[in-house]
């Protein structure tokens, strides 16, 4: 017996990336900024030796993605924006404001998953709207800005 996969929806034919927040769908997007991570190298100096004998690592600091051109036909992205501008006023604490956001590339059918990141502890830095459609029932979202924490492939 043969299965097929099912069909993507109309939302989805476009894009190359689908995200998920704590687990939750949120959008699809065209674009996404390449990830990256650094380590704060201390130098350790020996005697009155102006060259380092060694570097030991220290702090590690993961960049911010940007997600590009997307869609969403719900509002948990838009309103874990709001609470951003009130944590305080909500009285939450940065930890609770932080969430696991799942960013996968979708393979041509759209369907299959060929790499998923995960961006923990993460927060947003910017949050960008698109145009009105009235055409459509999906929301635009021409830039997001995602500042995690930690990062892991899964």
């Known amino acids: 017996m043969t299965t097929t996969a099912p069909k993507p929806t109309f939302v989805n034919q476009k894009w190359n990336f689908r995200v ?6 949120v959008g699809y997007f065209t674009k996404a900024s390449m990830l990256g991570q650094e380590i704060e190298l201390n130098p350790h100096h020996v005697g009155g030796e102006v060259d380092p004998l060694f ?3 220290a702090k590690r600091t993961t960049d911010p993605m940007t997600l590009e051109k997307g869609s969403t036909d719900n509002d948990e992205l838009w309103t874990w924006w709001q609470q951003h501008g009130d944590v305080e006023g909500a009285g939450l604490d940065v930890e609770e404001l932080q969430r696991e956001v799942t960013v996968e590339l ?49």
């Open 55 to 57: 570097y030991s690592p």
């Open 106 to 154: 979708l393979a041509r059918d759209k369907v299959t998953v060929r790499k998923t990141w995960v961006l923990g502890k993460s927060v947003l830095k910017r949050f960008e709207a698109g145009e009105f459609d009235g055409a459509s029932s999906e929301d635009v979202i021409e830039k997001v800005i995602i500042q995690p924490v930690t990062l892991d492939k899964r």
């Open 20 to 25: 998920s927040i704590q687990g939750i769908q």
